[in-house]
Protein backbone atom coordinates (compact mmCIF):
# COMPACT_ATOMS: atom_id res chain seq x y z
CA UNK A 1 0.00 0.00 0.00
CA UNK A 2 1.48 3.32 -1.07
CA UNK A 3 2.88 5.91 1.67
CA UNK A 4 2.54 9.83 1.76
CA UNK A 5 4.74 12.15 3.54
CA UNK A 6 3.74 15.31 3.89
CA UNK A 7 5.43 17.78 5.19
CA UNK A 8 4.51 21.36 6.11
CA UNK A 9 7.25 23.92 6.41
CA UNK A 10 7.87 27.84 7.17
CA UNK A 11 11.54 28.58 5.72
CA UNK A 12 13.37 31.28 7.16
CA UNK A 13 15.95 31.42 3.94
CA UNK A 14 14.32 29.79 1.37
CA UNK A 15 17.53 29.85 -0.76
CA UNK A 16 19.51 28.22 1.21
CA UNK A 17 17.03 25.98 2.30
CA UNK A 18 16.85 24.60 -1.84
CA UNK A 19 20.51 24.60 -2.11
CA UNK A 20 21.73 22.66 1.22
CA UNK A 21 18.82 20.90 2.78
CA UNK A 22 16.49 20.37 -0.70
CA UNK A 23 19.47 18.99 -2.86
CA UNK A 24 20.82 16.41 -0.73
CA UNK A 25 17.06 15.78 1.08
CA UNK A 26 15.83 15.17 -2.53
CA UNK A 27 18.99 12.77 -3.50
CA UNK A 28 18.02 10.73 -0.32
CA UNK A 29 14.52 10.35 -0.98
CA UNK A 30 15.22 8.29 -4.61
CA UNK A 31 18.02 6.33 -3.04
CA UNK A 32 15.26 4.95 -0.85
CA UNK A 33 12.69 4.74 -3.63
CA UNK A 34 10.28 7.65 -2.76
CA UNK A 35 9.45 10.45 -4.96
CA UNK A 36 8.06 13.39 -4.89
CA UNK A 37 4.27 14.46 -6.06
CA UNK A 38 4.29 18.04 -5.04
CA UNK A 39 6.88 20.75 -4.23
CA UNK A 40 6.11 24.29 -3.78
CA UNK A 41 5.47 27.28 -1.75
CA UNK A 42 3.00 29.90 -0.81
CA UNK A 43 0.18 27.61 0.92
CA UNK A 44 -2.81 29.26 1.90
CA UNK A 45 -3.92 28.44 5.31
CA UNK A 46 -7.88 27.59 4.76
CA UNK A 47 -7.98 26.54 8.84
CA UNK A 48 -5.66 26.02 11.68
CA UNK A 49 -2.97 27.81 12.81
CA UNK A 50 0.21 26.83 11.26
CA UNK A 51 0.74 27.16 7.25
CA UNK A 52 -0.11 30.25 5.97
CA UNK A 53 2.29 30.81 2.96
CA UNK A 54 4.30 27.80 4.23
CA UNK A 55 5.93 25.60 1.70
CA UNK A 56 4.71 22.08 0.87
CA UNK A 57 6.48 18.67 -0.11
CA UNK A 58 4.47 15.37 -0.37
CA UNK A 59 6.48 12.26 -1.56
CA UNK A 60 5.13 8.81 -2.16
CA UNK A 61 6.75 5.76 -1.15
CA UNK A 62 6.06 2.77 -2.25
CA UNK A 63 4.36 1.47 1.43
CA UNK A 64 5.10 2.90 4.90
CA UNK A 65 8.40 0.71 5.62
CA UNK A 66 10.47 2.38 3.00
CA UNK A 67 9.52 5.63 3.80
CA UNK A 68 10.29 5.19 7.47
CA UNK A 69 13.45 3.49 6.70
CA UNK A 70 14.33 6.65 4.94
CA UNK A 71 13.61 8.95 7.90
CA UNK A 72 15.36 7.22 10.32
CA UNK A 73 18.55 6.70 8.22
CA UNK A 74 21.86 7.75 9.60
CA UNK A 75 22.00 9.75 5.75
CA UNK A 76 19.27 11.60 6.95
CA UNK A 77 19.70 12.36 10.24
CA UNK A 78 22.67 14.30 9.06
CA UNK A 79 20.60 15.90 6.04
CA UNK A 80 17.98 16.79 8.42
CA UNK A 81 20.55 19.12 10.48
CA UNK A 82 20.83 21.38 7.66
CA UNK A 83 17.16 22.61 8.03
CA UNK A 84 17.11 23.00 11.50
CA UNK A 85 17.79 26.93 12.18
CA UNK A 86 16.17 28.02 9.03
CA UNK A 87 12.59 26.50 9.10
CA UNK A 88 9.88 24.80 11.19
CA UNK A 89 8.24 21.69 9.75
CA UNK A 90 5.16 19.35 10.71
CA UNK A 91 5.95 15.92 9.01
CA UNK A 92 3.15 13.50 8.20
CA UNK A 93 2.95 9.73 6.98
CA UNK A 94 -0.24 8.40 5.87
CA UNK A 95 -0.95 5.05 4.14
CA UNK A 96 -3.28 5.64 1.31
CA UNK A 97 -6.04 3.00 0.80
CA UNK A 98 -6.75 2.24 -2.97
CA UNK A 99 -9.75 4.66 -4.05
CA UNK A 100 -12.35 3.27 -6.85
CA UNK A 101 -13.92 5.72 -8.41
Sequence with gaps: MPAYMIVLAQISDRERFIA????AAGELVEKYGGRY????????????????SASMV???WPDKKAA???WN???YAEIR??????SECQVVLIESEK???
Excluded at 20 to 23: D, H, I, P, T
Excluded at 37 to 52: I, N, Q, T
Design 20 to 23: EYGV
Design 37 to 52: VLRGPGAELLEGDFGD
Design 58 to 60: ISE
Design 68 to 70: MAF
Design 73 to 75: SRE
Design 81 to 86: KLRQDI
Design 99 to 101: ING
